[in-house]
Nanobody, 125 residues
Framework: QVQLVESGGGLVQAGGSLRLSCAAS????????VAWFRQAPGKEREFVSK???????YYADSVKGRFTISRDNVKNTVYLQMNSLNPEDSAVYYC???????????????????WGQGTQVTVSS
């Protein structure tokens, strides 16, 4: 059974940093695109960042320059380093993975086949 488990969320003051982890089990994702999405109360789930199988990375404009996505294929884990956090970054953060290998992936939640349960990030002002 494939599982994605996020961790690393929490409460942080504005300007602070958090590092989220997405650990996969049940299969390897070294050849798959993995993405981070977030969803704030009353809002739609939105794309944050993704990393392709070839380590190319993409970011939403709202987090560019502040967030960094990376992957460790040995650990089957994807990370999201979040710096200079502000209250608008508060949301539940989800990681998601494509089922197919060597696919570039998109910024649409519907493109992803596997999802974690989410981890709460709260940024206080």
């Amino acid at each position: 059974q494939v599982q994605l488990v996020e961790s690393g969320g929490g409460l942080v003051q504005a300007g602070g940093s958090l590092r989220l982890s997405c650990a996969a089990s049940g299969r390897t994702f070294s050849t798959n695109t993995v993405a981070w999405f977030r969803q704030a109360p009353g809002k739609e789930r939105e794309f944050v960042s993704k990393i392709n199988w070839n380590f190319n990375t993409y970011y939403a404009d709202s987090v560019k320059g502040r967030f960094t996505i990376s992957r460790d294929n040995v650990k089957n884990t994807v990370y999201l380093q979040m710096n200079s956090l502000n209250p608008e970054d508060s949301a539940v953060y989800y990681c998601a993975a494509e089922r197919s290998s060597y696919v570039t992936g998109t910024m649409s939640p519907g493109s992803y086949d596997y999802w974690g349960q989410g981890t709460q990030v709260t940024v206080s002002s």
